[in-house]
């Protein structure tokens, strides 16, 4: 992970000691007073014809300023800590070649200090374990200068910009160097120095306490699947959150095979379970008194001669049996049994993160995390997602689909051949009847639970924008962190 370091002064912008300078501004359009201290740059923006709208970047020539190569970037008409966040991500992301980067504000902008130095952090990201020729080096040091920053608060940007990163890391690293058995070592790594237990159970222990969805779609790989599970549980603690993760090290679709084409990129399949370790190390980073436990399912999706057949049955750790009719449908296998084993600690809410359906993509695009689950929790997730400028949307689980699920031998099917429609809901469905209920009674409620679908929105594809490149997008860990946050106010 290479992230750059960001420091604090209150001396004026932006002195000397960087190599260049970044001036965050409102669009220079009706706001020429709040642009009054710098001489000059109203008039240049206006002589290059810049459009001030959120995010622009330009560099520009003004000597009455400053000597250093400065840029300004927009945080926008109306700015906000999400513009600003991501006008400063634009511009640590852009202004290549220079080691050191002063960050300043436009009069009243540094009000969003906060949000500029999670910007500057999650933007200041690269990645180029892999390449012989490095790209244009971004800044390792930057430095803001605003009248002040919250108290801890580059600390914080630093933690949740930490725990993106990791999720990107994982999620870049071939499937060929990253088997169940080294990621979830990785998970034990990451979370060394936190107080944070792990346990990693191997394939025999999952075979033995009947783990049989991640057994099932793990026995066609020569690497044997892992289940992960740690604990942060902070003495003080107010709410116990269980996330769950598909650990999927790489999806070829086992016997029911993907085509070429649809097989690429498919190492991707263990971002749900990058995503909950990483939201669990930044909550204990940030010392949160919240409870929780984090579950990482994890195997190997391969054919070979003992790979489940389509028509094989599984019986899951809860004693459901699933007909699997496509072996492709392998995430909501391992993911059921992980449910199981989260509910079993009967905890307040649980997730599961899962690069799931390729239907969610179809439904709702490349941007937007699918949401199903409990109403409540769902609402809750979804105010979480909005605080922090991460964009979601629901999806109803209906009641009239759970027929679709009907198997002529066992409990259910993995997947309807016959009819894709909705298939993102279907999955939900599925998952969902492996949610716990919160007393023994067979009528009790589920315990409250959200599903989030990041098949489209933990990858990105099309150009770069904000704090977001080609790649691996490390979404959903800023809002649980903001979720488990919410949960501490309202204790
Ligand atoms: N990992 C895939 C989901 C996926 C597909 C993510 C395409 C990104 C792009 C998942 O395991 C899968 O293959 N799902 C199948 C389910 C189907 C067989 C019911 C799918 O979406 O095609
Ligand atoms: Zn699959
Ligand atoms: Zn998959």
Request: proline residues 5%; negative net charge.
């Amino acid at each position: 992970m290479t992230l750059p370091v960001i420091t604090h002064t209150t001396d004026p912008f932006p002195g000397s000691s960087a190599a260049a300078a970044v001036l965050v501004i409102p669009d220079p359009d009706g706001a020429a007073e709040a642009l009054s201290d710098y001489e000059g740059l109203v008039e240049t923006l206006t002589a290059i014809g810049y459009k001030g709208s959120a995010s622009a970047f330009s560099r520009v020539h003004l000597p009455s300023v400053t000597a250093l190569p400065l840029a300004v970037v927009s945080a926008g008409a109306a700015p906000t800590a999400q513009t600003v966040r991501d006008a400063v991500a634009t511009a640590v992301r852009t202004l290549t070649g220079f080691d050191t980067v002063a960050i300043g504000f436009a009069a009243g902008l540094d009000e969003f200090a906060d949000a500029a130095a999670e910007g500057a952090l999650l933007g200041g990201y690269r990645f180029d374990d892999y390449r012989s020729e490095k790209k244009p080096a971004k800044a390792e040091t930057l430095v803001l200068h605003a009248a002040q920053v919250g108290d801890g608060a580059l600390d914080e940007a630093r933690i949740i910009a930490e725990a993106v990163a990791l999720v990107k890391d994982l999620v870049s690293v071939p499937a060929e160097w990253q088997s169940p058995a080294q990621l979830a070592q990785s998970a034990v790594d990451a979370v060394d120095a936190l107080p944070i237990e792990v346990e990693v159970l191997d394939e025999t222990a999952l075979e033995e306490q009947g783990f049989g969805g991640i057994i099932g779609v793990g026995r066609g790989s020569d690497r044997p699947p892992r289940l992960v599970r740690l604990s942060y549980s902070p003495a003080e603690s107010t709410r116990h959150i269980a996330l769950v993760g598909k650990g999927i090290t790489f999806d070829t679709g086992g016997l029911s095979l993907k085509p070429a084409a649809g097989m690429v990129g498919m190492k991707f399949d263990m971002a749900g379970a990058a995503t909950v370790l990483a939201a669990i190390r930044a909550i204990a980073a940030l010392g949160l008194p919240v409870r929780v436990t984090a579950w990482m399912c994890i195997a190997d999706n391969m054919p070979s001669g003992r790979a489940t057949r389509p028509g094989d049955v599984l019986r899951m750790l809860d004693g459901q049996t699933v007909e699997v009719l496509n072996t492709d449908a392998e995430g909501r296998l391992v993911m059921a049994d992980g449910l199981v084993a989260a509910s079993r600690e009967n905890p307040d809410v649980i997730f599961d993160v899962a690069t799931l359906t390729g239907a969610i993509i179809v439904a709702l695009g490349m941007r937007h995390t699918g949401v199903m689950g409990e109403d409540a929790a769902v609402a809750e997730y979804l105010a979480a997602a909005d605080r922090v400028g991460e964009q979601a949307w629901a999806l109803p689980l209906p009641e009239y689909m759970e027929d679709l699920l009907d198997s002529q031998i066992a409990d259910m099917i993995n997947s309807n051949m016959s009819d894709r429609s909705g298939g993102s809901m279907f999955a939900g469905l599925f998952l969902q009847r492996f949610i716990g209920r919160t007393s023994d009674a067979d009528d009790a409620p589920r315990i409250p639970w959200v599903h989030l679908d990041i098949a489209g929105s933990s990858e990105h594809k099309g150009s770069p924008y904000g704090f977001t490149e080609k790649g691996p997008t490390g979404v959903a860990v800023r809002s649980l962190v903001a979720f488990a946050r919410a949960s501490v106010k309202e204790a």
